[in-house]
């Protein structure tokens, strides 16, 4: 059974997804012994990032449709196009910090695994009652798509079909399903709650999972009142060991970092050097 | 091996700890059964107090000339500010006559036996870290973090430890933090200038856990359960004790609460000196 991590990358005018991709690659082959991840994308990556990737692979079926707000319209093309039998889907603004080869062992008895407990840089569990009223308030499960774990099986493809359906349609499912609150744009982790919900797979949040990761928005560190910018709030430092502290709390696992601006070349050197021993 | 407590007391013109110490000590000796000795750079007034011969197992003289300012209330609508002096504790690894020692603040009223079990245990090193407020309606989250963006908060109030190479770590660390403390509270985000022990234990346990939740120090039995010193000890007798605790939103007012065989830390210290002297502390 092959294994490996994936992420689903598009550029826009601000944001250089290919870069975050490049880092948090580096930062799987300085960490990992699972260390294949391949890179979904229809932009152009350069020459020098490309060896870090397993495979690169273009977005398939692409058609006219606008860009949606954060570019969630091709997620569910991840399950048909992933090289692996058994496949972790990441954010690409994210940084592996440690080993997490036993997610491995524990996500092989499941078809299809969500993250569902995000945590603050201090270890707290997130408080989603801000963020996610809308999941709340419907009574949907809270999956994160940034972090989640699928094996090539009929109830996983049942689900990515699924979400096909929701993401295609999403203002009429939101309507149906997540009216209570409505959002009015299209967000993939609102799209899965939908999906799994219309699956009946409440269940593949399974509140026992090791899948987890530090979330770095600022709005949801428990701080009053909530800063615009983590970065600008608490001091921060990734060594050449690969060890990052933030305010003054060592992190573990895996960080979203969130910021665009936190991957800078001090990091990117740091990493380059980790990933090649 | 052997055990026993350890008090700091260090008067100032408006405090008098040695007073305060005797009468905890009686109450460890009464509850634990553990010998007490007392550090403090104010021997001279033991004179005042006869009975510190039984009292106290040993008298170890300490320097500690450097004083801080706080502002000490008694009650909600009365308070001073006058000296503060906290800088000696981390001495306590250095001065204590025991291999394994209680080190407990002098407005902590040991009046259970909980604390038995942390003293036959195995562990090295035992402080609390969560803690009860009699009131029941003040903001307690000063005392989950020492703030909103840094390091779980951990009580020097009371503790115990065991003289092993990691605890003589922890000490000089504490040690280093006190020195460099301008440092310490910068990085750490604590906006007040002002030394706090609870702070700088704080911070070291968190380094000594290498940055992040580790096992360095054990949690001591129950909760640390305390009154501010906008509050008032009224009396005690025998394992109870009564307290008027201040009102939300009414200052002035207090609602009367009381605790039965459970260890208070008291920190209004003027109404557990005034208790002392004369049986009622309102």
């Known amino acids: 059974m092959s294994k490996g991590f994936i992420v689903l990358a598009q550029n826009t005018n601000d944001i250089d997804y290919i870069h975050q991709a490049y880092a948090l690659a580096l930062s799987i082959h300085a960490t990992q012994s699972e260390t294949a991840i391949s890179i979904i994308t229809n932009d152009n990556i350069p020459e020098e990032y490309q060896e870090v990737f397993d495979q690169i692979i273009p977005i398939p079926w692409i058609t006219d449709t606008i860009p949606t707000r954060y570019v969630a319209e091709h997620r569910w093309k991840i399950y048909h196009v992933t090289p692996y039998d058994e496949t972790i889907v990441l954010d690409t603004d994210m940084l592996f910090l440690q080993d997490i080869n036993d997610w491995w062992w524990y996500c092989q008895d499941h078809d299809l695994l969500f993250c569902t407990t995000a945590r603050d840089y201090k270890g707290d569990v997130i408080n989603n009652s801000i963020y996610r009223k809308t999941f709340i308030a419907n009574d949907l499960p809270s999956p994160y798509f940034a972090l989640h774990y699928f094996k090539k099986s009929e109830r996983a493809e049942y689900f990515y079909k699924t979400l096909e359906f929701v993401v295609n349609n999403w203002a009429w499912c939101y309507g149906k399903l997540a009216s209570e609150y409505y959002q009015n744009w299209l967000s993939v982790d609102l799209a899965a709650a939908i999906a799994l919900e219309l699956c009946g797979y409440n269940s593949s949040a399974d509140v026992c999972s090791p899948l987890q990761f530090v979330h770095m928005k600022a709005g949801v560190q428990g701080w009053h009142p909530a800063p615009a910018n983590w970065r600008q709030t608490i001091p921060y430092s990734f060594t050449k060991d690969g060890e990052l502290t933030v305010g003054n709390i060592r992190q573990h696992y895996l960080f979203h970092y969130v910021e665009k601006d936190f991957i800078d070349l001090d990091i990117i050197q740091k990493l380059k050097r980790l990933a090649n021993g | ?282």
Do not use: C
């Open chain 2, 1 to 282: 091996m052997t055990t026993g407590a350890l008090i700091f007391a260090q008067n100032t013109i408006g405090i008098d700890y040695v007073k305060l110490a005797l009468f905890s000590a009686k109450q460890i000796k009464k509850h634990l059964g553990i010998p007490v000795s007392l550090a403090t750079d104010s021997q001279a007034w033991l004179e005042f107090y006869p009975e510190h011969t039984e009292v106290f197992d040993k008298i170890i003289p300490i320097v500690g000339n450097t004083t801080q300012q706080k502002k000490f209330y008694d009650g909600t609508l009365a308070y001073q500010t006058a000296e503060w002096k906290n800088l000696t504790r981390n001495q306590a690894y250095d001065i204590t006559p025991y291999s394994r020692t209680l080190v407990i603040d002098s407005d902590y009223i040991i009046n259970s036996t909980t604390l038995i079990k942390a003293l036959n245990n195995t562990y090295s090193f035992q402080i609390f870290r969560k803690s009860f407020d009699l009131a029941g309606w003040r903001d307690t989250s000063p005392f989950d973090r020492i703030n909103q963006y840094s390091v779980p908060f951990y009580w020097g109030t009371v503790f115990i430890f065991e003289k092993t190479a990691s605890t003589r770590s922890l000490f000089d660390l504490i040690e280093y933090i006190k020195l460099n403390w301008e440092f310490f509270r910068i990085i750490y985000k604590i906006d007040s200038p002002t030394f706090r022990n609870d702070f700088a234990f704080s911070i070291a346990i968190h380094i000594m856990n290498g940055m992040t939740e580790g096992d360095f120090a054990q949690e001591l039995p129950g909760l640390m359960t305390y009154v501010l010193d906008r509050d008032i000890l009224v009396k005690m007798k025998e394992d109870k004790i009564q307290f008027l605790v201040e009102k939300a939103h009414y200052p002035g007012e207090y609602t009367l609460v009381s605790t039965n065989s459970t260890d208070v830390h008291v920190m209004n210290k003027q109404s557990l000196s005034r208790f002392i002297d004369g049986g009622y502390g309102v």
